[in-house]
């Protein structure tokens, strides 16, 4: 029986009975806009939207950081610890200094977008929703009252995450296929062999800018969002990053589960083998699809859902080594002088190319 008042007590905090009511009655309710109170009382919404990404970043960077030093969930590493330690080229100092950079830059373009906002009203809802019930008088009340203050929120939210992969993906590859750009900006982030949580955000702040910044800015104006949106879009955003870049793998973690653009996923970029294909961040992979850009060499290894597991990661990452170690002891070479950089697996003078050279001459 308490289990029942319990879903019941739920259900009214989603669904106001006298709201209901209202949008039931034969006559219009009142609709007198009044200014919207702050959702956290003492903070204006303004100011929410813009620290709640931050507090989220550093506070569930935090916990996988923690899950670093304290060796807490091994077995769902992507890479094991010494790697991370050997290959990354940017000190955690230099991370940490960097993505605080970018928040103070983040911060200060999202004041002066801020500045231009008016101030937002309430007290018009009701008498929109039944409005909207007197064109579709055959549905229920709480039919209306769910879509207006759940469904099509969530709608422009993702609508929001659509602009923002396709705003990233096409400056992400831009920014690999220009080798000034490269240089310049974004092969800064690539300092990061082995991304961690705390490196989610470390970038030129030029690039952290335009890709992050910008993209999500003008996602939400397009899709005209609220102040309150904003908060949840700009907050879901900046996790859904550090997940990405998180090091970790977890069957039960949400993002990794709803979204096909995970940190295994983007982690196959960071490898030297995979730096020219999955550029879509950081929802969905829909543009890699469409462009051909999806690493395609670990399909083998999926599961028989056709996703990439940990095991079948690890096992494509072993297997690949293990065949390098072969074709180095084949041709006398050092193993490092065919698996290095980017550049080295090109080069024509490299044998794992050999095949594909003569081929390509044929």
């Known amino acids: 029986m308490s289990n029942v008042t319990d879903k ?43 620290a709640l990404p931050i507090i989220a970043y550093w506070t569930y960077s935090s916990i996988f950081h923690i899950m670093d030093v304290y060796k807490l969930a091994e077995g769902h590493r992507i890479h094991p610890t010494e790697e991370m330690l050997k290959k990354n080229r940017a000190s955690l100092y230099e991370v940490v200094r960097d993505v605080i950079l970018q928040h103070i830059i983040q911060t200060i373009t999202g004041v002066l977008a801020f500045n231009l906002n008016v101030q937002e009203y309430t007290g018009f809802e009701n008498a929109e929703i039944w409005d909207l019930r007197q064109k579709f008088p055959l549905l229920p009340a709480w039919f209306f009252y769910v879509a207006y203050w759940y469904l099509i929120p969530a709608s422009r939210i993702f609508t929001a995450f659509v602009i923002i ?16 750009l490269y240089k310049h900006f974004h092969s800064r ?38 102040q309150r949106e904003c908060m949840i879009l700009y907050t879901f955003s900046t996790m859904k990053t550090v997940d990405d870049h998180c090091g970790y793998s ?15 996923y983007h982690d196959i970029h960071h490898q030297h083998f995979g730096i020219k294909y999955n550029f879509s961040q950081p929802f969905f992979t829909f543009w890699d699809n469409l462009f051909g850009t999806r690493f395609t060499a670990i399909d083998s290894y999926t599961d028989k859902n056709g996703k990439i597991t940990l095991k ?7 297997d690949r080594t293990d065949k390098r170690r072969k074709i180095a002891k084949e041709y006398n070479m050092k193993f490092h002088e065919i698996s290095g950089s980017e550049d080295e697996e090109d080069s024509p003078e490299n044998p794992l190319n050999k095949n594909k050279v003569q081929k390509k001459n044929e």
Not at 27 to 35: F, G, K, M, S
Not at 172 to 177: P, Q
């Open 165 to 180: 992969d396709t705003w990233q993906f096409t400056l992400h590859r831009l920014m690999h296929l220009s080798p000034f």
């Open 8 to 50: 019941a007590c739920l259900f009214s905090k989603l669904i106001n009975g006298a709201d209901i009511e209202q949008i039931k009655s034969a006559v219009r309710p009142a609709a007198v806009a009044v200014p919207r109170p702050s959702f956290f009382k003492g903070y204006s919404d303004e100011v929410a939207a813009l």
């Open 312 to 318: 079948g990661y690890k096992k494509f990452l072993h």
């Open 250 to 264: 977890f069957w039960f973690d949400p993002f990794q589960r709803l979204f096909p653009n995970n940190s295994i």
């Open 189 to 226: 982030h690539h300092q990061l062999y082995v991304p961690y949580a705390y490196g989610a955000l470390f970038n030129n702040p030029v690039e952290g800018l335009l890709l992050d910044t910008v993209g999500t800015g003008v996602a939400s104006m397009i899709v005209n969002l609220s």
